[in-house]
Each structure stands twice: as C-alpha cells, then as structure tokens.
C-alpha cells in the first residue's frame, strides 16, 4: 500500500495550519481540518473551521488572498514535485458535525 497521499495531505494539513497561524490578525480562529490531493498531485484543496461562524466569509477570502504565499512557503518546507495548486474552503463536514453534537446536547 502507497502512503504517499496521506503523508503529503498530512504534511500540508500541517503546514497550513502552521502558515495561517503566523499571518493571520486572530481576528477569528482559523483550524485546519484536513487537506485532500488530487490523484496526480497537481491539486490540493485544504479544508478550515473558522470561529465565530459570522466571520467565516471573510476569513476565507484572507486565505484564498494568501494562496500563492503559501504555494511558495510549501516550496521551503516540503521536496513535493510538483508543488501543487493550493485551494481553501470551509470543511461543511465539520460544520454539520458541530452542529449534531450541540442538538445532542440539549
């Protein structure tokens, strides 16, 4: 079995969070969730939660702003070739489970 896809969603997943951390104005929290390649590796769509939720359009435009600067800073940190094309959303997945647990909870 390859693992070359889980260990570079992985790795870009962290790195992600790692790039966001550092340029963002914490005006919200942005998490990254999870990343997913395409299967020939020229894509990558990373997936955040942001926090409050009223601040979720606006942080999204800052990340998709920054897209390019972090394209480059994965070329710093990582010996992907080729160093994909990077996209942001939101992670609706996580949206939606947040949203059980707190109907569950009442």
Do not use: C
């Amino acid at each position: 079995m390859v693992r070359r896809p889980e260990q570079a969603n992985e790795s870009i997943a962290h790195l992600a969070a790692q790039f966001l951390a550092r340029e963002s104005n914490h005006e919200s929290l942005i998490t990254v969730t999870r990343s997913e390649m395409s299967p020939n590796y020229k894509n990558v769509t990373v997936f955040l939660s942001i926090l409050p939720i009223e601040q979720s359009e606006k942080a999204l435009a800052f990340a998709k702003r920054l897209r390019s600067d972090f394209r480059q800073y994965l070329k710093q940190k990582t010996a992907l070739h080729p160093i994909p094309t990077v996209d942001f959303e939101i992670d609706f997945g996580e949206l939606n489970r947040q949203r059980v647990d707190e109907l569950t909870r009442k």
